[in-house]
């Protein structure tokens, strides 16, 4: 991965150059999908489900789970199953009037390295369009 970063100066000969960074990224634990985009009519519950992946070998354990903004957005933690590794969290959304809904959750882990994992949900509720024939 290669990143550009713009520094700003106040030496007047050098007010901004840019620093390049190479390196390699790894992953320590896949969210999927890491955005939740939600969409359907009002009177209608739209639902996903995020599968959260251990990347290394080691288990994985999530010790919370947390909504920040909006009460009508549902989130259920699954548990893996016997022998699996991977969590899921199954999100839901309900409005019975046009809206469009955001929030995201916050995941607490047990891994040192990535403590914390964050789940963008949006959710677009739109009167259907009439059908002119």
Request: charged share 30%; proline share 5%.
């Amino acid at each position: 991965m290669i990143k550009n970063i713009l520094v700003k100066t106040d030496d007047p000969k050098n007010k901004k150059f840019y620093l390049k960074i190479a390196g390699k990224v790894q992953e320590i634990i896949k969210v999927s999908p890491s955005t939740v985009n939600l969409s359907g009519t009002p009177g209608r519950t739209l639902s996903a489900v995020v599968t959260i992946e251990p990347v290394q070998k080691d288990e994985l354990k999530i010790l919370g789970m947390t909504l920040k903004y909006n009460k009508q957005i549902k989130a259920e933690l699954i548990k893996p199953g016997q022998g699996k590794k991977n969590w899921q969290v199954r999100v839901s959304c309900y409005s019975d009037r046009s809206a469009d809904i955001y929030d995201f959750i916050t995941l607490t882990t047990d891994n040192p390295n990535k403590s914390h994992l964050r789940i963008r949900i949006y959710a677009l509720f739109e009167e259907a369009e009439p059908i002119n024939e």
